[in-house]
């Protein structure tokens, strides 16, 4: 089912908007090909379409996440907020450095 008309004039940028599902970095449907509707809370009108993701998509999803987090669980609390705050600097542009022990502003 394509995005609802007067929903794609009030998201403006469609390009952003996805239907599938993201699994194991890649953007897919479900293996059946089921999908679900997505309505609007305030009007209750469905704008689209989502997959319907059952237990081969959950199983893939909980094993690439368990691979993904193999060398974050490795790190200190430490090393994992300074981390963040590297993403976090260059996300809004700014060149920061972040020392334990000290704020953002003594940094």
């Not at 609802?4 to 970095?25: P, R, V, Y």
Request: aromatic share 8%.
């Amino acid at each position: 089912m394509p995005v609802c008309k007067e929903f794609a004039l009030q998201i403006g940028n469609l390009k952003f908007f996805k239907t599938q599902c993201s699994l194991d970095g890649k953007w897919t449907n479900a293996n059946d090909g089921k999908t679900i509707e997505v309505n609007n809370p305030a009007s209750g009108a469905i704008i689209s379409t989502a997959p319907k993701a059952g237990r081969t998509e959950t199983a893939t999803a909980v094993e690439t996440a368990s691979h993904a987090f193999g060398p974050w669980k490795r790190l200190t609390a430490l090393q994992r907020a300074a981390r963040l705050h590297e993403r976090m600097a260059k996300a809004r542009g700014l060149r920061i450095s972040w020392r334990p022990n000290t704020s953002l502003w003594e940094a």
